[in-house]
């Protein structure tokens, strides 16, 4: 009865340390990172972007989205509205979606007639795995020198995107 009342105190001041840690309110990993390097092809399906095509200066938005997603629609429509808050930024738009989809999405919105936007394919599905996203749209903004700013996944308050944009 003894050995076994020591080996029940032994196991219950031992297994607290194999619990998880609560990660809900830590922030995400990749927010300890620089803007990570990223390769997308273009729509032309030949043309590959880096990270390093990236206008110096700027703010950086990555918007990762689906061109079926109505929410990622219903963003692009309001960055299109608002597009003077974004003349400091440049916005790199990814899809893992197959090029017909990404350019109908791209003719749909008119986003070739926007400089300061980028509209490209994710072939490795690298950025997606970095980020671990969970729902689309998921944006990314990124400051002047690509140090991280914040994220949002699905579609966020505009009153917080715009204070990310501005800052």
């Given amino acids: 009865m003894r050995h076994f009342l020591t080996f029940l105190l032994t196991i219950g001041s031992i297994l607290p340390g194999f619990s998880q840690k609560d990660t809900t309110h830590s922030p995400p990993v990749y927010a300890q990172y620089p803007l990570p390097q990223f390769s997308i092809v273009l729509p032309d399906s030949t043309t590959i972007y880096t990270k390093d095509q990236l206008p110096k200066g700027k703010k950086v938005i990555l918007i990762l989205f689906s061109p079926d997603c109505d929410h990622c629609k ?94």
Avoid: C
């Fill in 74 to 167: 219903h963003e692009t429509e309001r960055i299109k509205k608002n597009i003077d808050l974004f003349k400091k930024s440049h916005i790199v738009m990814i899809s893992t979606m197959p090029f017909e989809k990404i350019r109908g999405f791209s003719k749909e919105f008119s986003l070739d007639q926007y400089k300061n936007i980028v509209v490209g394919r994710d072939p490795k599905y690298f950025l997606a795995g970095f980020y671990k996203i969970h729902y689309l749209p998921f944006i990314a903004v990124y400051d002047k020198k690509q140090q991280f700013i914040k994220s949002f996944e699905g579609n966020p308050k505009w009153e917080e995107f715009e204070k990310a944009v501005r800052n």
